[in-house]
């Protein structure tokens, strides 16, 4: 009687599609979570972009563009669900862990600064919330910003801009 030796067979296709997961996952899933603020929303919508990307093999060949790629997927994935539920939520936007000798105080400041935030950003398209975090948060060039939102980089300052000075009207109002 023969002894034969089992030889695992790996399909070379499913282990890049897993490196490609692994290597993405927790960047894509922050960059989801500050557009529309909501863990399950941003945990649904992270599967939604993988699952999108993964249906075009060939676009995983080349891992710089294939994480490029991936990040404009989960930028229009974001907005997508923005425009269709109507709804903005942002949260998390250069927030601070609590430190442990933060006074009640300073943690009561750093909080209504976040509300405050979170309500300043409402009164924004999403496209010029998207534009904003984009640009100054996750700091991408504004190349970068208007190649993941499929528009110029004119268009890109113009979002920002706008933004800002909505932002600037929004705290002028709540001064008064």
């Known amino acids: 009687m023969e002894h034969h030796e089992l030889i695992e067979t790996r399909n070379p296709a499913a ?25 399950d929303d941003a945990q649904d919508l992270t599967q939604e972009a ?25 930028t229009n994935t974001a907005l997508d669900f923005l425009r269709r539920h109507g709804r903005v939520a942002f949260c998390e936007i250069g927030e601070a862990p609590e430190s442990q000798n933060e006074t009640p105080e300073a943690a009561v400041l750093r909080s209504e600064q976040r509300d405050w935030l979170a309500a300043g950003l409402e009164r924004l398209t999403p496209r010029e919330r998207a534009a904003l975090v984009l640009r100054d948060m ?18 890109v300052r113009s979002h920002i801009a706008n933004a800002r000075v909505k932002l600037r009207k929004f705290a002028e109002k709540r001064k008064r």
């Open 15 to 39: 282990d890049l599609q897993e490196r490609f997961v692994a290597d993405n996952l927790r960047r894509i899933f922050r960059q989801i979570y500050r557009m529309v603020g909501n863990v």
């Open 138 to 155: 996750e700091e991408l060039p504004a190349e970068e910003v208007a190649r993941r939102l499929n528009c110029s980089r004119a268009t």
């Open 50 to 74: 993988f699952i999108k990307a993964l249906g075009r093999q060939e676009q995983l060949k080349d891992e710089l563009k294939a994480a490029h790629w991936l990040s404009r997927i989960a």
